[in-house]
């Protein structure tokens, strides 16, 4: 809930600052397991796990003179736990977005073996 509030938050200040918003999308969340260890040994204390949330908010053509005031309004405003994270958009971020149909995935490879038995007959 305050991931997806802080998204809105950002794409009203775009829009306020006359920022495109391209696109925003959630990304799949991670799962992290920590392990605490007791002091000098290998015996594991305490296991903790967590999920990481992220969204993204693509902005595309920004200007030189509006991204820094963008950056220092939505950081101010950023809650507590949550990380902000500027970066170039690049492939891999667009990749991530969509989580893999296993099933779908095993139907190709079972062709892609039909397929090559077919082709050594």
Same mark, same amino acid.
């Given at each position: 809930? %305050?991931?997806?509030? =802080?998204?809105? &938050?950002?794409?009203? %200040? ?7 918003? #391209? ?10 397991? %920590?392990?605490? =260890?007791?002091?000098?040994?290998? @015996?594991?204390?305490?296991?903790? =796990? !967590? ?8 902005? *595309?053509?920004?200007? *030189?003179?509006?991204?820094?005031? !963008?950056?220092?309004?939505? *950081? ?9 994270? @500027? !970066?170039?958009? *690049? ?7 969509? %989580?893999?149909? &296993?099933?779908? !995935? ?10 090559? #038995?077919?082709?050594?007959?």
């Amino acid at each position: 809930m %305050v991931l997806e509030r =802080f998204q809105k &938050l950002i794409h009203q %200040v775009a829009e306020t600052l006359c920022l495109d918003v #391209a696109d925003a999308w959630a990304v799949p969340a991670q799962h992290i397991q %920590v392990r605490r =260890f007791r002091e000098g040994s290998t @015996v594991t204390e305490m296991d903790i =796990f !967590l999920r990481k949330y992220e969204r993204i908010v693509q902005i *595309s053509d920004p200007k *030189s003179h509006q991204l820094p005031l !963008l950056i220092d309004t939505i *950081s101010t405003a950023c809650p507590a736990g949550v990380t902000l994270t @500027v !970066l170039e958009h *690049s492939p891999e971020q667009e990749e991530v977005r969509y %989580v893999p149909d &296993l099933e779908l !995935l095993q139907l190709k490879e079972q062709l892609a073996t039909m397929v090559a #038995a077919r082709n050594k007959s």
